[in-house]
């Protein structure tokens, strides 16, 4: 069976619930090792009474960190930061075949002094590459042109030559496939002819570019408003999204549960739930779903 290094996420949110929990499942499918301490561990488990079971693999040291449930804290924000550098580095090493993060808070990043907005903005500067970020499930992915920036900057972000550049990075990644992927416009009705913008002309023309390098219509422009419908979401597997909401809200209304989240175009494979740390059931002992996380776990095998 494959070994997956499991970032343990924010303390004082719901990962180490989670992966508590789904523990006896997910070790009939996988090797699992959990980048947590012995200590920081047990005082999660007795906080959620949990047992924590004798062959809970763990992995590496620490900066001390007290648990508290549902509270952004610099100290939890270093800590998860430090169990993903663990994962990284155990598959860099290729002590293990994947890595499978839960949730962290990102303002708790910024209060410990981290200088990246999330894990694939932290992958992309480690390895040197432009990791995508694709999210979804065996009934539609979504990857993300631009992913945690303000929305007033997505406009800057658009360029057919970058354009160009992420287009064909995905379609490698996705196996170079011959189904057609859609690509959500920017603006209202994909701008109506330049009334209600112009960014449209750019993605067009990266568009045309590429298909004609790949030799087929394989990316086909979307008016947003409409790409989720059943009508048109049935035509596609695959789609790209200028900016994260408008592509996650739409993906989360349709398949929150099943949905993860995958990093492309690195060396090494990362999954993640779907998810965030869901600060207000963490240590309530609440029924929490586990879908994504088994979902997370079985595409890390799979890839």
Sequence with gaps: MKKIAISIGDINGIGVQ?????HDTIKKICNPIYCIDKKTLKNAAK??????????????????????PGVIKKDSGRYSYESFLKAIDLAKKKKVDAICTL????????QAGVSYVGHTDMLRDVFKKDAIMMLGCDELFVALYTEHIPLKDVPKYIKTKKLEIFFKDFYKCIGEQKEKIGVLALNPHGGDGGVLGDEERKIEKAIKNINKKLKDEIFELLVPDIAFTPHTR????????????????PLKALYFDKS??????????????????????AYKNKDISNISYINAINEAILL
């Design 18 to 22: 989670i992966a508590l929990k789904s």
């Design 47 to 68: 906080l959620l009474d949990l047992k924590v079971p004798r062959d809970f693999n763990i992995s590496g040291k620490y900066t001390t960190c007290s648990i508290n």
């Design 103 to 110: 949730p962290i808070n990102k303002k708790a990043w910024e």
């Design 234 to 249: 049935e035509k596609y597997k695959y789609m790209v999204a200028m900016y994260h909401d408008q592509g996650l809200a």
């Design 260 to 281: 993860i989240n995958v990093s492309l175009n690195l060396p090494i494979i990362r999954t993640s739930v779907d998810h965030g740390t869901a600060f207000d059931i």
